[in-house]
């Protein structure tokens, strides 16, 4: 998941803030610490080389650690010898604090982990043009065509520029039973109001239309956020962040509305305000739902044959339907690329271009193959072994060209949780559409 910390949420002194503005001005030259200074940068590439290729990232994510060491010892071994690969980690709660001292003593690493707002242009980094623009970056080193366009919208979407690497990327969607689909005569639903038949034709045979948790919260806003970029179009939620819409308009409250008239159809099932998201994947893996809208992360449930009674085989996932007259498409999916990945411009010189274009072209296959993972880059060479559903959804990523993000992602703190508390009553119909989105608009006027 991507980490939503506020901009200046944690300050290390009213100091390290100041000197990382100050930084501003020496970002695109000099010899930064613990640089080799022998080796200038060259061609268009803003940086000067370190004397090692310094990786920050959290305690909480080994698989990158991993997966960067493996590259080192094989594919990227040339780049490695020339630039060793080091590793620095942080507790990922701590990383805006960490990556704030770090800047104001003009010692971020090459390559670090960051807190979103800190990214973006008018975050602390993006402010003081600590953060590298990876398209310019790579396109200079002859490595940008090895991202994803999909990993590329949706890290511009996420972060108003490409200042991350896709590590990890997610899809979200609607899993479905096929079995069901097929017992019932049902195809993928094109529209909203086809999924409305389908979820009717379902319970009238017997079977749960969806498995939400939502005790979460997010499971259901997530259904409502994505009638509303289907509806308005997919700068829906931006237009809410710049004042160009209100929540309050029609289109937006047409799909509060449209969330809680499947609640009231019975689509989620009893008491499905309290379940928790070990028991909805278990109701979809067990047979007794037939869809559940969520993220490709769970294909480490699909994948396990103990939790999957109902077969990899019979698994299927498709995007979220159009919505008749709507302005967004069907071709539009939801995706996040996981925590922020930037790099330091001071430090990036040919060597370390050398380290990023090997990363662009060798970590899609090296990921996928040996743990499965699934990223933002392209799947140079041959993977074997790896579970239909996962491959599916690889080149599905890879197909993609035009993503949007999720309801609460451009939504600040207090709202973001106003729109998981208040959803249990939008969906229990102790409250209306209009009610819900009003509180919520009042909380972004609020607090954006």
Same mark, same amino acid.
């Given at each position: 998941?991507?980490?939503?910390?506020?901009?200046?949420? /944690?300050?290390?002194?009213?100091?390290?803030?100041?000197?990382?503005?100050?930084?501003?001005?020496?970002?695109?030259?000099?010899?930064?610490?613990?640089?080799?200074?022998?080796?200038?940068?060259?061609?268009?590439?803003?940086?000067?080389?370190?004397?090692?290729?310094?990786?920050?990232? @959290?305690?909480?994510?080994?698989?990158?650690?991993?997966?960067?060491?493996?590259?080192?010892?094989?594919?990227?071994?040339?780049?490695?010898? &020339?630039?060793?690969?080091?590793?620095?980690?942080?507790?990922?709660?701590?990383?805006?604090?960490?990556?704030?001292?770090?800047?104001?003593?003009?010692?971020?690493?090459?390559?670090?982990?960051?807190?979103?707002? /800190?990214?973006?242009?008018?975050?602390?980094?993006?402010?003081?043009?600590?953060?590298?623009?990876?398209?310019?970056?790579?396109?200079? &080193?002859?490595?940008?065509?090895?991202?994803?366009?999909?990993?590329?919208?949706?890290?511009?979407?996420?972060?108003?520029?490409?200042?991350?690497?896709?590590?990890?990327?997610?899809?979200?969607?609607?899993?479905?039973?096929?079995?069901?689909?097929?017992?019932?005569?049902?195809?993928?639903?094109?529209?909203?109001?086809?999924?409305?038949?389908?979820?009717?034709?379902?319970?009238?045979?017997?079977?749960?239309?969806?498995?939400?948790?939502?005790?979460?919260?997010?499971?259901?806003?997530?259904?409502?956020?994505?009638?509303?970029?289907?509806?308005?179009?997919?700068?829906?939620?931006?237009?809410?962040?710049?004042?160009?819409?209100?929540?309050?308009?029609?289109?937006?409250?047409?799909?509060?509305?449209?969330?809680?008239? $499947?609640?009231?159809?019975? =689509?989620?099932?009893?008491? =499905?305000?309290?379940?928790?998201?070990?028991? @909805?994947?278990?109701? =979809?893996?067990? %047979?007794?739902?037939?869809?559940?809208?969520?993220?490709?992360?769970?294909?480490?449930?699909?994948?396990?044959?103990?939790?999957?009674?109902?077969?990899?085989?019979?698994?299927?996932? $498709?995007?979220?339907?159009?919505?008749?007259?709507?302005?967004?498409?069907?071709?539009?999916?939801?995706?996040?690329? %996981?925590?922020? $990945?930037?790099?330091?411009?001071?430090?990036?010189?040919?060597?370390?271009?050398?380290?990023?274009?090997?990363?662009?072209?060798?970590?899609?296959?090296?990921?996928?193959?040996?743990?499965?993972?699934?990223?933002? =880059?392209?799947?140079?060479?041959?993977?074997?072994?790896?579970?239909?559903?996962?491959?599916?959804?690889?080149?599905?990523?890879?197909?993609?060209?035009?993503?949007?993000?999720?309801?609460?992602?451009?939504?600040?703190?207090?709202?973001?949780?106003?729109?998981?508390?208040?959803?249990?009553?939008?969906?229990?119909?102790?409250?209306?559409?209009?009610?819900? $989105?009003?509180?919520?608009?009042?909380?972004?006027?609020?607090?954006?």
């Amino acid at each position: 998941m991507n980490i939503r910390s506020q901009r200046r949420s /944690m300050i290390v002194t009213g100091l390290a803030l100041a000197s990382i503005a100050s930084l501003a001005a020496c970002a695109a030259g000099g010899t930064a610490p613990g640089s080799s200074g022998g080796d200038e940068a060259s061609g268009s590439f803003p940086g000067t080389d370190p004397e090692n290729f310094t990786v920050l990232t @959290a305690n909480e994510n080994p698989t990158l650690e991993a997966q960067l060491d493996a590259l080192a010892a094989d594919q990227c071994k040339a780049e490695n010898e &020339a630039l060793p690969l080091v590793h620095e980690k942080t507790a990922q709660a701590d990383t805006v604090q960490k990556v704030t001292l770090l800047a104001s003593q003009d010692a971020l690493p090459a390559h670090f982990i960051a807190g979103t707002a /800190m990214v973006r242009p008018d975050g602390d980094l993006g402010v003081a043009d600590l953060v590298l623009d990876y398209e310019e970056f790579l396109t200079e &080193a002859g490595a940008w065509d090895n991202i994803l366009p999909a990993a590329s919208s949706t890290v511009n979407n996420v972060y108003g520029q490409m200042v991350s690497l896709p590590y990890q990327y997610n899809l979200e969607g609607i899993w479905y039973n096929k079995a069901i689909f097929e017992e019932l005569g049902l195809d993928e639903p094109q529209t909203f109001d086809e999924l409305v038949e389908a979820g009717e034709e379902l319970a009238g045979a017997g079977y749960q239309p969806f498995a939400q948790a939502g005790s979460q919260g997010w499971p259901l806003t997530r259904l409502m956020g994505m009638y509303i970029f289907r509806n308005v179009g997919p700068e829906a939620m931006a237009d809410i962040r710049d004042g160009k819409a209100k929540l309050t308009d029609d289109e937006y409250v047409a799909g509060a509305a449209a969330l809680q008239d $499947m609640a009231e159809a019975g =689509f989620f099932g009893d008491g =499905f305000s309290s379940v928790e998201p070990d028991a @909805a994947t278990a109701a =979809f893996l067990t %047979g007794k739902a037939a869809m559940k809208y969520d993220g490709t992360w769970l294909l480490s449930n699909i994948n396990d044959e103990e939790q999957n009674q109902i077969g990899a085989e019979n698994v299927g996932f $498709m995007p979220f339907p159009a919505v008749e007259g709507g302005e967004g498409t069907i071709d539009q999916w939801p995706a996040n690329a %996981g925590t922020a $990945m930037a790099a330091n411009p001071k430090l990036a010189g040919p060597k370390v271009a050398d380290w990023f274009s090997c990363i662009a072209e060798n970590y899609g296959q090296q990921a996928l193959q040996d743990a499965g993972v699934l990223s933002g =880059f392209k799947v140079n060479g041959e993977v074997t072994d790896v579970p239909e559903t996962t491959a599916f959804v690889q080149d599905k990523i890879s197909e993609i060209t035009e993503t949007v993000l999720w309801f609460e992602a451009l939504l600040d703190a207090k709202s973001n949780s106003l729109a998981s508390t208040n959803v249990t009553l939008l969906t229990t119909g102790q409250m209306t559409p209009e009610q819900y $989105m009003a509180d919520l608009q009042a909380s972004v006027e609020a607090n954006g």
